[in-house]
């Protein structure tokens, strides 16, 4: 079965990444999501670990992580707020820092740190008011504003601009409190008029659960999203590709709301098989999982190193969306040797960044259909593991472009 066969669940790949967490997005906020670096970013009296997501009247949503496209730059002389408004309640005891904030440019992030890109991190007129200001007299002109990452010299097109927002890296100023909260972005000019402005709400979860992020800690932090391929090319084996790369954080269930922020437990010897895997092995998937179209995600139980859907746990599935009439896409785990590349502590692809945020990375690599346009494969894991009834909880979306 390919994946235009289930076209109800096709449909709803991009909306599934927005959909658990924002609601009443307007203006250059598309969204604000959990953070990649957290496994409790969005959970009601928990630490706020998020990203908050842009977009453009051109480019809404996803359409704005296009490394074609350029980000948002701040005018020299201006600023930009960020607002954490009802919903997150402020720790006096947090100092505004580098640690609490990342301006990034693109997902998964490549973050600008503020010593090596010009800006500035200060508290605004309201203890809940981020300000970022320019320390350069020219600003930071959107077109030049890149990067530092080792690996994103190496990336085929550059993110440019500012394109999230990560609060929480390492500290939280603030905690999530009652059912959601409201965040507001605004760009400022030399003037103090506003020139961008928008804002969104974002749904707390009263209980945690296992998260699915972008990742770019393998290849030096070099973008696995957004990438090009031939009808037919597999990303991950074709000369001058990289593998998707995915992050995994199990629920906290068992740590306080207060301590949940130092929840670090990764997903481990998780991978995916794909809808051609599962039919040569003559597996049908049961009712509650039909909306998987591309394939199911599974946890290695027995510890043989292979995934077998009537052995081992399943944890998720894979929701595809591809250009219409397209055949031949497949997502499945990297096959390293014949073997499935399962997922492993993030330590084992960075041994700086792996450590402090926890959690395992896992390699999938894509074959690319028949047919040009955008391919969006959208990882979904169950609200609840032990129980495939219970739905989608965490969920994010790659972006392959076929030429």
């Known amino acids: 079965m390919t994946w235009n066969r289930v076209i109800v669940a096709s449909g709803l790949a991009l909306g599934l990444m927005f959909a658990p967490h924002a609601a009443n997005a307007d203006g250059i906020v598309g969204s604000v999501v959990n953070s990649p670096l957290s496994a409790s970013g969005l959970v009601r009296d928990a630490r706020v670990g998020i990203n908050i997501w842009l977009q453009s009247d051109a480019d809404p949503g996803l359409e704005f992580m ?19 408004g ?53 600003g930071l002109p959107a077109e030049s504003l890149m990067s530092p990452a080792p690996g994103s010299k190496d990336d085929p097109v550059r993110q440019r601009g500012i394109k999230v927002f990560h609060i929480g890296l390492l ?25 961008h402005q928008g804002s969104a709400a974002a749904n707390f979860l009263g209980t945690p659960a296992p998260q699915v992020q972008p990742n770019n800690f393998p290849d030096k932090q070099r973008s696995h999203n957004w990438q090009t391929a031939a009808p037919g090319q597999t990303l991950g084996k074709a000369p001058g590709t990289l593998p998707i790369s995915f ?5 906290p269930k068992d740590v306080a709301p207060a301590e949940m922020h130092t929840a670090k437990r990764g997903l481990l010897g998780v991978g995916v098989l794909s809808t051609q895997q599962l039919a040569a092995m003559e597996y049908e998937k049961p009712p509650a999982l039909g909306r998987y179209n591309g394939g199911l995600i599974l946890q290695d139980s027995n510890g043989d190193g292979r995934l077998d859907p009537k052995l081992d746990r399943i944890v998720g599935g894979v929701i595809g969306k591809a250009p219409a009439g397209a ?24 041994p700086k960044f792996g450590p402090i945020f926890g959690g395992a990375v896992g390699l999938l690599q894509f074959t690319a259909g028949d047919k040009p346009g955008a391919y969006r494969p959208t990882l979904a894991l169950l609200k609840d593991p032990d129980d495939i009834e219970s739905g989608d909880g965490s969920t994010y979306t790659f972006t392959i472009m076929v030429r």
């Open 247 to 251: 992050m995994l954080y199990d629920a």
């Open 171 to 195: 500290e939280s100023p603030f905690i999530n409190r009652g059912e959601s909260g409201t965040v507001s972005v605004r760009f400022y000019d030399a003037a103090g008029s506003v020139i």
């Open 66 to 84: 296009d490394p074609n496209v350029i980000g948002y730059g701040i005018a020299s002389g201006g600023r930009i707020e960020i607002e954490l």
């Open 327 to 350: 055949s031949g896409q497949e997502l499945r785990s990297l096959d390293t040797h014949g073997a499935a590349d399962l997922s492993k502590p993030s330590s084992a692809y960075h």
């Open 86 to 138: 009802s919903g997150f309640e402020r720790d006096p005891a947090v100092v505004l820092t580098q640690k609490t904030l990342m301006v990034v440019t693109g997902t998964p992030q490549q973050g600008m740190p503020e010593k090596a890109v010009g800006y500035a991190i200060s508290e605004g007129d309201t203890p809940n008011t981020i300000v970022i200001s320019p320390t350069k007299d020219e």
